[in-house]
């Protein structure tokens, strides 16, 4: 059951960790929670202006992004993911902002695919994208060595998708460009959609019933307080509880799956015909902190630990410090004691008589 609020973190008094010692293995946080999973944001641009991530009134066309030298080169990226495998992590996505923004960004595909874990076992490279650019680069990052995809659609709706996105793009390219990474050898591509009341709710069972014959896994998003632009309120979160019943009240019977594993964000159903499958991410009404092994890195290089955060740890002036050249050490020691002094929690702590803090955006990032 949701309960009004605004949340916050408690001050930790924890004291800091001892140094990292690579002989105990691979670190953990204070809740005992592995480093597994890394989003990596590219660029802190985008070319959709969503009115629940980067609205127009504070991002407009005189915002300042960051200039391209306080980007992390491809170089320092994937020196940074190099570090993050050796530290445990399994699988990579590439987000924004929107990533394919970038210029070259499969080049940094090809680079990063190329990554194998200490057993030599394979990285999973993934990237989540709001589709308006992938018709013309589906086929080069398949050949790059990407190998998932997720496409942010909010509506089939046109009037709704080009008020949503608010800079009047039409939702046949970005479904042009899905048609185009499934031609392309892309499978179970995922598909989410941000869930607002009063918004987008109508779009719930029109967008299962298209995506259910598509071999697309549609994933429902509760509408989350993340970061501070985007005017959340409690009342236009529709619980994923809720949406659940209106797919079977409109005769889509669904089965619940198992995970395929721990961390996984999503709760995973399938139709009881065995023809598609969707997904419940629950952040407000039923959070999954305690199996979180996500860790962040900014498009200036600091390394967030929870995507509510309201600081991160600074690794772009290691990567560039002279003195230290190629030398690793520092960085490992660096990232590895941010993770094992992380005790964030946030979604379970949201509470009813807290005051607002201040938390990244999102669109800085990833989600």
Not at 42 to 53: A, K, L, Q, V
Not at 82 to 102: A, D, H, Q, S
Not at 247 to 256: C, D, I
Request: proline share 5%; glycine share 6%.
């Amino acid at each position: 059951m949701l309960t009004k609020s605004i949340p916050i973190f408690p001050a930790s008094s924890n004291p800091p960790p001892a140094p990292f010692d690579a002989s105990l293995g691979e670190p953990r946080d204070r809740l005992n929670r592995p480093l597994q999973d890394l989003r990596i944001s590219i660029t802190d641009r985008c070319n959709f202006r969503c009115t629940y991530c980067m609205p127009k009134d504070v991002f407009h066309k005189n915002y300042a992004f960051l200039p391209h030298h306080e980007l992390l080169s491809f170089e320092e990226i994937l020196r940074l993911a190099k570090v993050f495998v050796e530290l445990g992590v399994r699988k990579i996505r590439l987000t924004g902002g929107e990533p394919l923004l970038r210029k070259d960004v499969e080049d940094l595909v090809a680079k990063l695919s190329q990554l194998t874990g200490p057993q030599g076992e394979k990285i999973t490279l993934a990237l989540t994208t709001n589709g308006a650019l992938l018709a013309r680069k589906a086929s080069v990052l398949k050949a790059a060595g990407l190998d998932r995809i997720t496409v942010s659609l909010d509506a089939l709706d046109d009037t709704i998708f080009r008020r949503m996105n608010d800079v009047d793009f039409p939702v046949a390219e970005v479904l042009r460009g899905i048609q185009a990474a499934q031609a392309v050898g892309f499978e179970n591509i995922k598909i989410n959609m941000v869930v607002q009341k009063g918004v987008n709710d109508q779009e719930i069972i029109p967008m299962a019933r298209f995506f259910k014959e598509r071999s697309a896994i549609l994933r429902f998003i509760e509408y989350m307080d993340v970061g501070c632009s985007n005017g959340w309120k409690l009342d236009q979160v529709i619980p994923s509880s809720e949406i659940l019943q209106r797919l079977q009240q409109a005769k889509l019977q669904l089965l619940p799956l198992t995970a395929n594993n721990a961390s996984e964000t999503a709760k995973r159903w399938q139709y009881a015909d065995g023809n598609g499958e969707i997904g419940f991410i629950s952040s407000v009404s039923q959070s999954f902190c305690q199996d979180c092994s996500r860790a962040r890195v900014s498009t200036q290089g600091k390394m967030y630990t929870c995507l509510f955060a309201a600081t991160g740890a600074d690794l772009r002036t290691l990567l560039r410090d002279p003195e230290l050249g190629k030398d690793d050490h520092a960085l490992t020691d660096r990232i590895a004691q941010v993770w094992q002094n992380r005790d964030d929690r946030y979604s379970e702590l949201r509470t009813l008589q807290t005051e607002p803090k201040a938390k990244v955006e999102m669109s800085y990032i990833g989600g």
